[in-house]
């Protein structure tokens, strides 16, 4: 497995933006699909984003797309989630995430075997 440390959460306004990292440690990073999840309070986890190990593919859950952008610098071990045009039903616990397998476009936690400890986003109407 490779040990995640998400950073780059905080508290702004809708209309604001964010760039979440995750630094990976241990395995070889570019081996790994990476993701972004997303928690709500009450509500269960959901898919935010995913891509590829060589970064070439990515894709976003629906209640992103266009707003939000995944990234990753395999020279830098780090994961990135750009976030724009925030609003209030953003607000989460986000997790990065890992799957051993390379070439996974999967959008289930289960795919998964690697989690951050999660960074907080809030945002204010």
């Known amino acids: 497995q490779v040990q995640l440390v998400e950073s780059g959460g905080g508290l702004v306004q809708a209309g604001a933006s964010l760039r979440l990292s995750c630094a990976a440690s241990?395995?070889?990073?570019?081996?790994?699909?990476m993701a972004w999840f997303r928690q709500a309070p009450g509500k269960e986890r959901e898919f935010v984003a995913g891509?590829?190990?060589?970064?070439?593919?990515?894709y976003y859950g629906v209640s992103v797309m266009g707003r939000f952008t995944i990234s990753r610098d395999n020279a830098k071990n780090t994961m990135f989630l750009q976030m724009n045009s925030l609003k209030p039903v953003d607000t989460a616990v986000y997790y990065c995430?890992?799957?051993?397998?390379?070439?996974?476009?999967?959008?289930?936690?289960?795919?998964?075997?690697?989690w951050g400890q999660g960074t907080q986003v809030t945002v204010s109407s």
């Open positions: 891509i590829s190990w060589g970064g070439r593919r990515t």
């Open positions: 241990g395995r070889t990073f570019s081996s790994y699909a």
């Open positions: 995430a890992a799957s051993p397998d390379t070439y996974s476009s999967s959008e289930s936690q289960d795919d998964f075997d690697s």
